[in-house]
């Protein structure tokens, strides 16, 4: 079995060789330059790997598919120069394609910040059948013929390092994909996903009123079997919550709790939302469920509230309730994670 890893890159010559560098030996890498003005061409054809070039026509589908097309491998895997792959990525590539022979598969991602780490899945990896294309011209996911391709979850973690400067440079990615975001909508204005990815840019800029409006847009397609439905929702939650809405975002959840019983952040959320209301009596309950259920490894999940973050906040419930023992014991199963403010906490108890 062959996999080719495919990117598209730009102007990456601060981060391409680390991701060249984190491919085995034995995969096939393909670079398709899309304009680069810097070293990153001369970089990618110094690692020795297959270089292209493409004249970019705003449109990420596009070039996925142009790149794809030079693969030989069997597989495709997709990697951005900003990611790296782990050093034991060829034994679960070959882990998963025994199980799952010709099957797409997401994989984690996980954007590494400075105070938290934030994980989410996507589908990069692919059979090379000439069946799977990309679709959307920004945003792109894998198709099947003229569905979003089935996949199953891989136990792969890509790292995205160049996260902490987008976020950064929030107002730079606006102007470059906030044109395509609004073009695609004109000629898919059903699409959920897009939905709730321009509901997504607003609240990154903290203009919560139009993230509001995008997520709730997002929520009315009804697509609550797809990933995205449930993250969707706790960003609605999380949107309201900022504009003083804590009651509203309340009663929007609370339609939807047993529907994801394996995706922590929506009873962390409601843990948090009962504390902005006074609803002292689903403070413990919610985040109780949150520890229960754990880490999540499917969903887009922030990092913690599945484990120290919930209990952190448990912690910080016993305390004010005057039960100091109680919140000893949250405090201290948060600080044995390194959590700074359960640390703090403990000084004083």
Known sequence: ??????????????????????????????????????????????????VKKYA???????????????????????LDADETLPANTNEIVNQFVLQ????????????????????????????N??????????????????APAEFKPMNLTLTHY?????????????SRYLPLYKKHLEENPNDGYMLYQMGKIYFAQ????????YLMQSLN????????FPVTLVMLGYALKETGRSSEAEQLLVNFENDYPDFPDLPFLQGLLAMDTGNIQRIAPAFQRALA????AKYTSVAGVGTYKAAYNLGVYYEIVGNTSKAKEYYLSSATENYKPAVERLKFL
Request: aromatic share 12%.
């Open 1 to 50: 079995m062959k996999v080719s890893v495919c990117m598209i890159v730009r102007n990456e010559q601060d981060c391409i060789k680390n991701a060249l560098a984190s491919i085995p030996p034995d995969f096939e890498a393909i670079v398709l330059d899309t304009g680069s003005t810097d070293q990153t061409v001369q970089i990618a054809q110094s690692s020795g790997v297959i």
């Open 56 to 78: 970019w026509n705003d449109n990420f589908s596009d070039a996925r598919n142009y790149c794809g097309s030079f693969a030989t491998g069997d597989y495709i895997l997709v």
């Open 100 to 127: 799952y022979p010709k099957m797409c598969a997401s994989v984690f991602i996980k954007n590494e910040m400075e105070d938290e780490i934030k994980t989410h899945r996507m589908v990069r990896f692919y059979p």
């Open 129 to 146: 059948d000439g069946m799977y294309l990309f679709h959307g011209i920004v945003h792109e996911q894998v198709y099947y013929k003229d």
């Open 162 to 174: 160049g996260y902490e400067q987008e976020h950064y440079d929030q107002k730079n990615k606006i």
């Open 206 to 213: 903290n203009d919560y009123s139009s993230a509001i409006r």
């Open 221 to 228: 397609i009804g697509e609550a079997n797809r990933l995205y």
């Open 293 to 296: 259920i754990g880490e999540s």
